[in-house]
């Protein structure tokens, strides 16, 4: 057999490929909040076996101009590249725009668990989220009334609008006093 007629390693590897590639991502972790992953966000969306060899990585950004995706496309070639998996390149997805509803429900525990309020759906209809234990504020645009993710309580207060990071707001806790972040929906 002529071995220069056989295709090049990851072309036979297709599939294989694809899902080892799902697999390292799985484990890249969000680089502000490292208790929740890239795909847990939503962010990664897609892992396309090129036509022409290359793997494609599709990311949506959670906001335009975060400044956590550079980090983010550096964390993704670094997870690639250690499970031997190159080449590969990433493709940025604007359209749908992310939104915090494509947090998975683990995520979301997670967030809590580490002391940041997870965010409200805004996108759900209400029929399809039954259980509402939070009202959400009547007012269009008015904040949501968020709950403490140390004591439960929802006498909070926001003291700003952003906490952290951009995507972050601060809020107190008027019970435990404790301080926290919340993930603003959107
Ligand atoms: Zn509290």
């Not at 022409?52 to 990311?59: A, F, Y």
């Not at 980090?71 to 080449?87: C, K, N, R, V, W």
């Not at 940041?116 to 399809?128: F, K, S």
């Amino acid at each position: 057999m002529n071995v220069a007629t056989l295709p090049p390693r990851h072309h036979r590897t297709t599939d294989g490929r694809t899902a080892r590639a799902w697999a390292a991502l799985e484990a890249v972790p969000d680089p502000e909040i490292p208790v929740v992953s890239i795909r847990d966000l939503g962010i990664l969306r897609d892992v396309v076996p090129g036509a022409d060899g290359v793997l494609e990585i599709v990311i949506t950004p959670t906001y335009s101009g975060c400044p956590a995706m550079s980090q983010i496309a550096e964390d993704i070639g670094q997870a690639l590249d250690g499970a031997g998996l190159a080449p590969w390149r990433i493709r940025s997805v604007l359209a749908p725009a992310w939104t915090t509803d494509w947090i998975t429900p683990a995520a979301r525990e997670r967030l809590r668990a580490f002391g940041i309020a997870p965010p409200g759906q805004c996108g759900t209809p209400a029929a399809v989220q039954p259980l509402r234990f939070v009202p959400r504020a009547a007012r269009a645009g008015a904040p949501d009334v968020v709950a403490c993710p140390r004591c439960g309580s929802v006498h909070t207060q926001e003291i700003s609008r952003f906490a952290s990071t951009a995507c972050k707001a601060l809020y107190r806790c008027l019970d435990c006093r404790e301080p926290f972040d919340y993930f603003k929906p959107y």
